[in-house]
């Protein structure tokens, strides 16, 4: 058959299981059917006569995983839609497509890798690594990974021993091992996920640290994206924000989302009086953009308690084609094209990489984390110094009201859990909330409500596996486990 296609019917069976596998994604959380799908898809694909057959089925597994569970993706382009709406469909196909790829290669992979039932453990670790690399590669995109399915449960915890990739194996290997090996694959599987959900509700039931002793408000101004920049507007959603911040009893610490303030940081020396004056002697933390030249950043802001700006945190992960356009200096430097080149002022510049701040006055040093960078676990890592918790500002009315809000709350979860850190995480039009350091919600502000909500700063934990060592026990095992499945193979090979 022409380049190894497989029919209609297998690659419209793949595509349905994709489909039905993005059902465990946050909101749904239906694991158990994402259980069932991958495991039917890993036997399809282990009964694919040559490795062209299981790159295109992978392939339509992809697609209909990413297309349905990056569905928010649309969403940016129906803020101003007679101008952008016919973009929707063309970014969700591509960017679904694209990812698809790393699917495709993990399929292709796996069936050269082992014959027979071995197969499917050959998949099972192929498919882990590859959701490890889209990770990483070109940027990086982490979002959908199999093992997020997982977030909400007490196996969810197995992130502070092997982080994201290590939920990834665990629900690959489980969904393999009754295609591996039949009734007894299948309670071996259970016993597996059995084992990492006695591990959960073990870390989950030790004693909490105890909470900071003192109190921080998360404001969430609701501005809709579409209202957001209007300049008509935009004195109506500060003014909005003061007044929370102002609200009594006055809290410790006051966080504002990404670009909450809709003016330039330099060209508002007013701003700092006017926060103090609201915040009435707490340090207040918000979302702002600034220029140098021609130059932007999408930023954060720290005030002390008598307005002075104290510190400033520059995003450093931009949104490709969101926030910057991909090789636009070297465009620039090279054919003289300026339109997309960030020291030209035609994109965001990057910050210079992750950094604490120290908000003093027993706030402690804190880790930012701009909207997208919260799904980069690498980003967190690699500090010479642990910072005291995390936060997270962010603008989610980009990604509607569907599923992208939850799904990007899950995600700052996890880190939580992986560094055993307290997050606070303020959004725009929600979810805003604060998370322990063990990935519990402790106060959330649901999706699409103005207003703001007090609680206690929790405590860390010491720094869990995945803090200190990262992704290097998992590509260990990975190895270890492709080599296992593999040498039977190979023994036989004249």
């Known amino acids: 058959m022409r380049l190894g296609w497989p029919g209609r019917s297998q690659a419209g069976a793949a595509f349905g299981l994709g489909l039905a596998m993005a059902a465990g994604q946050a909101p749904l959380g239906l694991w158990p059917l994402t259980l069932v799908a ?26 209909g995983h990413f297309g349905l569970a990056l569905s928010w993706l649309v969403e940016p382009f129906l803020i101003d839609a007679p101008r952008h709406g016919w973009m929707a469909p063309f970014a969700l196909a591509f960017m679904a497509a694209g990812l698809s790829l790393f699917w495709a290669a993990a399929a292709a992979a796996g069936q050269a890798m082992a014959q027979g039932r071995r197969r499917a453990l050959a998949l099972a670790v192929t498919f882990a690594a590859a959701e490890l690399a889209r990770g990483y590669l070109f940027t990086g995109f982490p979002w959908a990974l199999i093992g997020h399915v ?34 007894t694959g299948a309670a071996t ?53 003061l007044a929370y911040t102002a609200a009594l009893p006055r809290p410790d610490l006051v966080i504002w989302p990404e670009t909450a303030v809709p003016y330039l940081l330099e060209r508002t020396p007013d701003l700092g ?13 918000l979302g ?64 210079p990489g992750p950094q604490l701040i120290d908000l003093g006055a027993g706030l402690g040093r804190v880790l930012p984390l701009i ?34 809000p939850y799904q990007h709350l899950a995600q700052a979860r996890l880190r939580a859990i992986e560094q055993g850190l307290p997050l606070l995480r303020a959004a725009n039009t ?22 703001y909500v007090d609680a206690p700063l929790p405590g860390a934990v010491p720094a869990p596996p995945y803090a200190r060592f990262g992704e290097a026990p998992v590509l260990l095992l990975l190895i270890g486990l492709g080599l296992g499945v593999a040498a039977p193979w190979r023994s036989r090979r004249p």
Do not use: M
């Open 273 to 285: 009086p006017l926060v103090a004056e609201a915040a009435g002697g707490a340090t207040v933390v």
């Open 150 to 183: 997982w977030i909400g449960t007490a196996l969810a915890q197995v992130a502070a021993l092997a982080g994201p990739s290590g939920l990834t194996l665990l629900t690959t290997l489980a969904a393999a091992l009754p295609v591996a090996a039949g009734w």
């Open 430 to 451: 929600g979810v805003s909330a604060v998370i322990d350091a063990r990935g519990r919600l402790r106060a959330e502000l649901s999706l699409g409500q103005a207003g």
């Open 189 to 241: 599987g259970l016993a597996l996920l059995a084992a990492a959900a006695g591990f959960g509700l073990w870390r989950l039931g030790l004693p909490d640290p105890a909470d900071r002793a003192l109190t921080v408000r998360l404001v969430q101004p609701n501005a809709a994206q579409e209202e957001k920049w209007d300049p008509a507007r935009a004195r109506l959603f500060l003014d909005r924000q």
């Open 371 to 404: 909207c997208y960078e919260a799904v980069f676990p690498q980003g967190l890592r690699g500090l010479t110094e642990r910072p005291d918790w995390l936060l997270q500002a962010t603008n989610d009315a980009w990604f509607g009201t569907l599923t992208g």
């Open 38 to 63: 991958l495991s039917a898809l890993l036997l399809l694909l282990s009964r694919t006569p040559t490795a062209a057959a299981a790159a295109w089925a992978g392939l339509w597994a992809g697609i």
């Open 288 to 351: 702002i953009q600034r220029s140098d030249g021609v130059r932007g950043w999408n930023s954060l802001a720290a005030f002390g308690p008598d307005g002075r700006l104290t510190a400033v945190y520059d995003k450093h992960h931009l949104v490709p084609f969101g926030e910057y356009i991909p090789l636009g200096d070297l465009a620039s430097e090279w054919f003289g094209i300026t339109a997309f080149a960030a020291r030209d002022g035609n994109a965001y510049s990057a910050g």
